[in-house]
């Protein structure tokens, strides 16, 4: 019986054994199945995220570039700004692009391959000299002579803070140093491996055990991509299988290269705020402000070190460990024979070399980047400005926009210790434009200039004071058959009344009346009574128009007390007015944007000059002319004394009730800049106009290049000698008098003085004819800012001969005045009954609309 048994059990084994393994292979055929289609599934997924895959990048933002031309006024401080704001490096010989020398006065510089919105510049020398602040004998490599040269324009930073931000790069761009030292310390089996490196693996382990931590990772760069890519940094084992299969997959599709470049591109390198720093391309501007291909070894050294933890090894936290990680990786570029010996011991002496972290910010120039923003919002959409790696290219001059930071940040401070002002209380702000073409050069909102707050050049509205006079004297300006420069305008008390019984009743700052005063020096000297009296008889409803037709389009209240600068405007708008003025009466609409193109540089849409006529060239020049005599013996006079005699400037200070407002805006031939200064709180600052702003625009206007000479007048303006009351002195009768310019629509009453003077004028005539000598030519001008010296004569010269022809118009007829609508005047508070002056009523003038914008194809 037990012999049965066991035979029975011993027949039994052979049968469970079967069923055993027959159970063991359905289950891992089921496994390999399910693994099969999980791996199916995960392909899918790899494929589609990587072949659809697209970077969002933030729009990249370029100053303008600067054009080198012969003749061009530039100063080296300037010209080396410019070179600071391109990253380009002094050396003593040449060796890359992206460098400059100078000996003596003689520059030579290496420009980088940029793409501008027209197209692409390959690298290349240029030389040239300075001399007297001028360029001359600009010549490209080969010593031929060159009319201009343009560089590359700088990196001014990105649009749209916060989130990812990377500059990709492709794989024949990647440095091969940088290539070969990645795979060396991060997977040196990464050419042979499938994904996963169990030599790897092992190594890792084997060092771990023998340090008793996790000191080395076993993942290939293969596996950190696919962590990157797809999975967050959790350890866990199921991500760590994920990423082996995902590996393994990833290897079977796409070549080393690719996932060396998508690696390179993907990798964390750095944090700014809530702005991510990946990818070595951005790493390298961001560390060193250098393009990848311009690494030394001790750089690509540290940015290598950095993906083994960005936020442990940061050079600015933690320069020790930074510089102890770099210097591990030295040790391994040499073990592996990348770098010889020479050159170990040499990079491993170098400092860190980081650029300062206050240099590296996303948006360096916030004022100007926030009106930038209001240009681009009508034709991009946010997404498209966050994602899609959009190139813009503006008008910040580099150069001048570190001479307004300066001035405005020491201006302040300055004025605080030397007024006895508390510290830190003083705002500013300052726009600079470019006369001709309206293009922004520079913008500061604060006396912190990178600070991104409150935008005081763009926001702050405040009462402009004397700033707004100017529309006064040109609307009388434009009535030349009553009005003229030498006009004499009665500077006495003046009281008007309302029917309801608001009084007002404006003084002299000095509180004194000063009587019949020229025109232009009722101005130039800023006289209040002068000017509220010029401005009723003028009608205030004339006067708003002249502002607008000068581009202002914020709310003129219709009072008397407009006249004197109760209006608010920001310094953007004040900037705007006076650029007409400085332009001759053409408006033109300020700009920051030039270009956009995609990131690739192709499909650029470009953004034309917009201007208008708002007013007529003649009155403009002269209320110019008058701006002018305010440097020279008016309220700005203090200025004149500081900037070049050889420059015409003009400009006008502007001061408000109790001192809150510190205003000056003012202009050369080439540039129109506005400086406020301020508290936030609108509390007294105790300074003027002159004592404050014109401070700081002072300083700004001495640091820039300007076009010297005179400005040429218009066709329709003329120079005359006249006396105290405006009466002409006829140079044949009597010498003497002040030379004004004049409309030749303007007929000036003879001086009693010269009529009969010389009686025998028939006979010394008779025999001076044919013996006229031609006159002398006019002094030519030093060209600035783009002024080209050949179009410039040839456009006098085309004057001259208007001029002649404008002669002999017949003299036009006055225009009609019509009726003014009813004023609302400001109440005072304090009693003004007791005080005796004339009740001055408005004549109103009614001028036609300006004409509309007109696109003008003038880029850049």
């Not at 500013?428 to 500061?444: D, F, I, P, R």
């Not at 629509?745 to 044919?770: I, K, M, S, V, Y």
Request: proline residues 7%; neutral net charge.
């Amino acid at each position: 019986m037990a012999s049965n048994k066991r035979r029975r059990q011993n027949a039994s084994r052979p049968g469970r054994l079967h069923r055993w393994m027959v159970r063991l292979s359905l289950m891992a055929l089921v496994g390999v199945l399910a693994l099969a289609g999980y791996m199916v599934y995960l392909d899918v997924q790899l494929r589609e995220r990587l072949d659809s895959r697209l970077y969002q990048l933030p729009a990249r933002v370029f100053a303008r570039p600067l054009i080198l031309r012969e003749r061009m006024v530039m100063r080296p401080d300037e010209l080396e700004a410019e070179f600071e704001a391109l990253n380009y490096r002094k050396r003593d010989t040449l060796t890359e692009p992206g460098q400059w020398t100078r000996n003596g006065m003689d520059y030579r510089v290496w420009r980088r391959d940029f793409q501008h919105a027209d197209g692409r510049e390959p690298a290349a020398v240029v030389s040239f000299r300075l001399r007297n602040d001028e360029i001359s004998n600009l010549r490209d490599e080969n010593g031929e002579r060159l009319e201009s040269f343009r560089l590359d324009a700088a990196n001014i930073g990105t649009l749209l803070g916060g989130g990812d931000d990377r500059n990709p790069v492709r794989f024949a761009d990647i440095p091969p140093l940088l290539a070969n030292t990645l795979i060396a310390v991060e997977d040196q089996d990464f050419l042979n491996h499938f994904g996963v490196s169990p030599r790897g693996i092992a190594r890792a382990m084997l060092a771990n055990l023998k340090a008793g931590e996790v000191v080395q990772g076993g993942s290939t760069i293969t596996q950190q991509l696919v962590k990157n890519i797809f999975f967050d940094h959790k350890p866990s084992l199921w991500r760590k299988f994920n990423e082996a299969l995902m590996a393994i997959l990833m290897e079977l599709h796409y070549e080393k290269g690719y996932i060396l470049q998508e690696y390179i591109n993907e990798v964390w390198l750095g944090q700014q705020g809530s702005r991510a720093i990946y990818g070595f391309g951005l790493a390298s501007e961001f560390y060193f402000q250098r393009p990848l291909d311009r690494l030394e070894p001790h750089q690509i050294a540290l940015l290598v070190g950095l993906a083994k933890g960005a936020s442990y090894y940061n050079p600015w936290r933690h320069p020790e460990r930074a510089l102890e990680r770099r210097n591990t990786v030295l040790d391994i570029m040499l073990k592996q024979g990348l770098i010889d010996a020479d050159t170990h011991r040499a990079n491993k002496a170098k400092p860190l070399g980081v650029s300062s972290a206050g240099g590296n910010a996303q948006n360096p120039y916030p004022a100007f980047t926030e009106r930038l923003l209001e240009e681009l919002r009508p034709y991009y959409s946010y997404e498209e400005l966050r994602t899609a790696g959009l190139r813009i290219y503006t008008t910040l001059a580099p150069s001048v926009q570190k001479v307004v930071e300066d001035a405005v940040s020491a201006g302040a401070a300055n004025l605080e210790k030397t007024r006895g002002i508390q510290k830190g209380s003083l705002q500013a702000a300052t726009v600079l434009l470019e006369n001709q073409s309206g293009k922004v050069l520079a913008m500061v909102g604060d006396r912190r200039p990178h600070y991104p707050g409150f935008n005081r050049a763009l926001e702050a509205r405040r009462q402009v004071g004397s700033l707004i006079k100017p529309a006064v004297y040109l609307t009388a300006l434009e009535r030349p058959h009553k009005y003229n420069l030498a006009t004499p305008i009665e500077d006495a008390p003046l009281r008007v009344e309302s029917d309801d019984g608001q009084v007002w009743m404006p003084s002299n700052f000095d509180k004194r009346s000063h009587g019949p005063t020229p025109l232009y020096l009722a101005l130039a000297k800023s006289y209040n009574q002068a000017t509220a009296r010029l401005g009723m008889d003028l009608g205030l409803e004339n006067v708003r128009q002249t502002i607008r037709r000068l581009g202002v389009q914020a709310d003129l209240p219709r009072v008397p007390a407009m006249l004197l600068g109760a209006v608010e405007l920001t310094p953007f708008e004040v900037a705007n007015m006076f650029q007409t003025i400085a332009n001759g009466g053409e408006h033109v609409e300020p700009r920051t944007l030039l270009a956009v193109s995609d990131a690739d540089g192709g499909h650029a849409q470009y953004f034309r000059r917009r201007a208008d006529r708002g007013v007529d060239p003649v009155p403009a020049y002269l209320l110019r002319y008058a701006l002018e005599q305010a440097m020279r013996e008016g309220t700005g006079r203090s200025a004149f004394r500081r900037l070049p005699g050889s420059v015409a400037f003009a400009g006008k200070t502007g001061t408000t009730n109790d001192y809150r407002d510190s205003w000056f805006a003012g202009f050369s031939p080439g540039v129109t800049a506005v400086v406020w200064l301020g508290r936030d709180d609108n509390a007294r600052t105790s300074l003027t106009g002159a004592t404050g702003a014109l401070s700081i625009w002072t300083e700004v206007m001495r640091s820039l290049p300007h076009r010297h000479g005179r400005v040429e007048p218009p066709r329709g303006v003329e120079f005359k000698p006249v006396n105290e009351r405006g009466q002409y002195m006829d140079p044949d009768y009597c010498r003497g008098g002040t030379e004004l310019p004049f409309s030749y629509e303007t007929r000036l009453q003879p001086a009693p003085e010269c009529a009969g003077r010389d009686r025998w004028r028939w006979f010394r005539n008779w025999f001076d004819r044919g013996d006229q000598q031609e006159a002398a030519p006019r002094e030519e001008m030093t060209p600035g800012w783009g002024i080209d010296p050949s179009e410039e004569e040839r456009r006098r010269e085309r004057e001259r001969q208007l001029q002649e022809q404008l002669r002999r118009d017949d003299e036009s007829q006055q225009d009609p005045q019509p009726d003014e609508e009813p004023l609302q005047l400001p109440r005072r508070e304090e009693d003004l009954r007791n005080r005796a002056a004339p009740v001055v009523e408005a004549q109103p003038w009614q001028r036609e609309a300006p004409q509309p914008w007109e696109l003008e194809d003038q880029w850049p």
